[in-house]
């Protein structure tokens, strides 16, 4: 008499895993810190999402495309970076200084 074993599990493959993967989408969150003495020195954040780049897009994760943050952050920045530049300007045409800044480099050398 010859027994068979059935498996309650479905054996999966590599390819069918990662297909798995890719179509859900799966995230791995975690973060790290060094203290020393209860002062923390250190933390790091990680944060990863692993998807395919349809469901990354369906996610709203296209940073492929443009960067977001750089785009958002740069009108801001630019506007700032011009009012920090007349500010410096104003403060050294009260004080008499007009040096620009390739003659500063020259002077450090």
Do not use: F, Y
Request: proline share 2%; net charge negative; glycine share 6%.
């Amino acid at each position: 008499m010859s027994s068979s074993l059935t498996h309650s599990v479905d054996s999966t493959n590599l390819a069918d895993l990662l297909e798995r993967i890719l179509d859900k989408g799966v995230v791995i969150a975690g973060d790290i810190s060094i203290k020393l003495v209860e002062v923390e020195l250190l933390t790091i954040q990680l944060r990863l999402v692993i998807c395919s780049v349809d469901r990354a897009k369906e996610l709203g994760l296209d940073w492929w495309n443009h960067n977001g943050r750089q785009d958002k952050l740069a009108p801001e920045q630019n506007a700032s970076l011009l009012a920090m530049d007349e500010r410096l300007g104003r403060i050294e045409q009260a004080l008499g200084v007009a040096k620009a800044p390739a003659e500063l480099k020259e002077l450090a050398s």
